[in-house]
């Protein structure tokens, strides 16, 4: 089975992301960029997957401006076989994402779509569901276990409260979370191998996607700041505090 | 205006963040209610009684039994597209689930964990985990929503007088089926509904630790147990402890900060509360610059006399 891992190239997690001052964006000017954390995951599980012998051939994709390769080229060294690199200097949104994930899911019939259940920039968490939605396949999102069973998927599921267990048909969609797998480094050798492995370049005209935006920004702006409050220097004080709030009786 | 609420339930009921969910929609336009389960009569009854609620769509059936995306997101477009302008889920779990799938169905471009609503088209949400905040204009004719529970009062479960009508039609599209559930069970509250969290970092140093003095005053205080993201990666707790921008996001009454030094990430999940209390022993640390109380000192010295005095 053919696993098609989509991969997006970030903001770095460690970084704070800073309100551009003319309130249209966040600045990404000399900004440390990384694989979406949660994607990273998605890689990991579809190379345990191949690992296990339950797929044959894992290909990477991204969606964005040509520097979303160095993405593509960590997935390959950390293990993925080929990779495709969708290129748009325009801000893609996941609905139109997820149409030419489709449209690439329609020439490659993968077994599986792994990919991380959201960015940690635009916070969207709706590719994968909106994916499974346009091929009319089954989706296991915020997984924290896959196991493959002949031609079905069983997919435990972090929700609020606990976990679930859904049993999908194969094709099917798994989003990640967390606690499925810690996703390795790319050793030295792999990340010179990744550099010769293939690449191939398109764009969403070649899948006939009109990636033109459905929402319009208005306005980016800074949170409210939250003021610092007082020290208090005992136990006794907080607790008369406390009282005073109202929080303890 | 109409907009269709898909209400959670769980055991036969409702869901908080339902509520939540029907304030946001009453803005929007006349709220219509979308339960889908099975036996969920009860349920439809609740539903028709919250506040503001004109229509209960009732979809009952086995199919529908574990709220599974594939077979309810078809119920909803069928329903949006009969007479609504707007879906509207809680941006719970079950929410982010089903809502993007039935955004995808109509071609709609989904808005995720709105925060406040300036327009019939305007909406407001967090992005970058809460580190910017963005206000989008929506140019689909339908317009499909998650909203932040903790940013919309409930609705009161009482006083309204919607009436329920079955919906025919659906079943099971046999993409997915429901094997089974661990539901943490749990004597303390919630943590995304919960009025008072008590939560633990890494400067407890053990699973052990955390659960000899957390725990307890967590109990005392009849307040929900959370964990920064370093507590969990070292195995202190569970994952579903976590909150972060990668785990809960929590707006409670009191959020107590316990060893928690305040990684941008966790800040993110919990700077929204109403009164926040770190105890640190590094008066440096971060979360200091949130907090309305602070009190710098060995946490195993002080969460233990304030466990014993409150």
């Known amino acids: 089975m053919k696993l098609l891992v989509p991969v997006k190239r970030v903001i770095d997690y460690n970084v704070k992301p800073r309100v551009k001052a003319d309130g249209t964006g966040v600045d990404l000017a000399n900004v440390k960029m990384s694989m979406n954390p949660f994607d990273e995951i998605a890689v990991e599980e579809a190379i345990r997957l191949k690992e296990k012998g339950a797929a044959s051939e894992i290909v990477a994709v991204s969606i964005g401006p040509a520097k979303a390769q160095e993405t593509l080229r960590t997935a390959l060294a950390m293990g993925a076989d080929r990779a495709i690199l969708v290129q748009t200097e325009d801000a893609v949104e996941p609905l139109a994402v997820a149409k030419i994930l489709a449209a690439i899911a329609k020439e490659e019939q993968p077994g599986m779509v792994i990919l991380g259940k959201q960015a940690i920039d635009d916070d969207a968490n709706q590719t994968g569901q909106m994916l499974a939605a346009l091929l009319g396949w089954g989706q296991g999102t915020f997984a924290s276990k896959v196991e493959v069973d002949g031609e079905q998927v069983n997919v435990t599921r972090e929700v609020d409260g606990g976990l679930e267990t859904v049993r999908l048909k194969l094709p099917a969609i798994v989003t990640t979370d967390l606690r499925l797998n810690e996703p390795r480094y790319a050793s030295l050798p792999n990340i010179m191998k990744a550099k010769s492995k293939p690449l191939a370049s398109k764009t969403p005209a070649d899948y006939g996607v009109e990636t033109a935006p459905r929402l319009q920004t208005l306005s980016v702006r800074e949170p409210s700041k939250r003021e610092a409050g007082i020290k208090v220097n005992s136990v006794d004080e907080l607790i008369d505090r406390l009282r005073t709030a109202g929080v303890v009786g | ?310």
């Open chain 2, 1 to 310: 205006m109409i907009a269709l609420v898909l209400v959670e339930h769980e055991g036969g009921h409702l869901k908080d963040a339902t509520l939540s969910a029907v304030t946001a929609a009453a803005k929007l336009g006349e709220v219509h209610a979308l339960v889908a389960g099975e036996g969920v009569g009860a349920v439809a009854e609740a539903a028709a009684k919250i506040a503001g609620v004109a229509r209960v769509h009732v979809a009952d059936g086995g199919a529908y039994a574990h709220q599974l995306a594939e077979n309810v997101a078809p119920v909803a477009v069928a329903i949006v597209n009969d007479h609504c302008d707007y879906f509207v889920a809680a941006a719970t779990t079950t929410g982010k689930n089903v809502a993007p799938r039935v955004a995808a169905l109509l071609d709609v471009m989904q808005v995720s964990d709105v925060i406040a609503i300036e327009g019939p088209d305007t909406f407001v949400r967090p992005i970058y985990a809460g580190n910017a905040i963005a206000t989008v204009k929506s140019s689909d004719a339908k317009k499909v929503l998650t909203v932040r529970g903790t940013a919309f009062e409930k609705a009161a479960a009482e006083g309204g007088s919607g009436v329920v009508e079955p919906y025919a039609g659906g079943g099971d599209a046999g993409l997915s089926s429901f094997v089974g559930a661990e539901i943490a069970a749990s004597e303390r509250p919630e943590l995304t509904s919960a009025k008072i969290i008590v939560s633990g970092g890494r400067a407890l140093g053990s699973s052990d630790a955390f659960h000899q003095y957390i725990e307890p005053l967590a109990d005392k205080l009849g307040a929900a147990v959370g964990a920064s993201r370093a507590a969990v990666d070292a195995g202190y707790v569970p994952n579903d402890y976590q909150v972060g921008q990668t785990g809960k996001i929590v707006a409670p009454e009191c959020y107590v900060a316990i060893g928690i030094s305040g990684a941008i990430q966790h800040l993110a999940g919990m700077k929204d509360s109403k009164l926040i209390v770190a105890i640190n022993k590094d008066e440096e640390a971060p979360i200091f610059q949130v907090a309305d109380l602070g009190l710098v000192g060995d946490l195993f010295k002080i969460v233990p006399e304030l466990t014993e005095k409150l």
